[in-house]
């Protein structure tokens, strides 16, 4: 299964995938120059694929940042409907790839793709001012119902029944968010994904991987 630039997800055939010579090619996360052929567009087709850039081999020494990198091609694959481009999500997800690889701040990275997957699919959460006031200040609780924000005023006498909104999702200039604060937000986005994208099949095990490993990490990711 391939994400693409202009056919979104596409499958094809890939004659001795499973070989050895092949097998570090077909690897999630990997980027690939693609060939697909069919006799008709409806078709299966195969596919011959050249390597460009191999993510992978880069973090088998870390075992977080490699959940990640599977986590988000499994949602990605399992989410999206095939060959429907999705333009804005594929240059986000080329670019969360890059900072899993190479960026401290890879973590939070992730909370907001997710956000905007959640957005490209039509689910996409308010989080512009509070639901209930209007204001547009001290935004830290989400309706779990509605997707809107709720001011810490407002939404006082229903917090335990409101998912925590973390600073960092609203403004880059909140600072470095504390592993708790991640959490949060993977938790916000997916009791969203669980319950509008997931609706009728399972998250993906790679995501709730992703996740233990995140919790069992302790401190924030670096």
Known sequence: ??????????????????????RGLYQAGNQVSATWRARLEEHLGNLRCELMH????????????????SAVCA????????????????EEFLRLAGKIENDAAWAESYAHFELTLLAELGFGLDLSACAVSGQTTDLVYVSPRSGRAVSSEAGAEWREKLLPLPAFLLRSEAGAPS?????AALNLTGWFLTGHVFAEANVPPARERFLERLAQAGSAPG
Do not use: N
């Not at 191999?54 to 959940?67: E, K, N, P, V």
């Not at 949602?75 to 594929?90: D, G, N, T």
């Not at 592993?179 to 959490?183: K, M």
């Open 1 to 22: 299964m391939l994400f693409t630039a202009q056919h979104g997800r596409h499958a094809g055939l890939v004659r001795g995938g499973q070989g050895r010579r092949a």
């Open 54 to 69: 191999t993510a992978a081999a880069g973090l088998l020494d870390d075992a977080l940042r490699l959940a990640a990198l």
């Open 75 to 90: 949602v990605v694959e399992a989410a999206l409907p095939e060959r429907y481009p999705y333009p804005i999500l594929y």
């Open 179 to 183: 592993s708790e604060d991640v959490r």
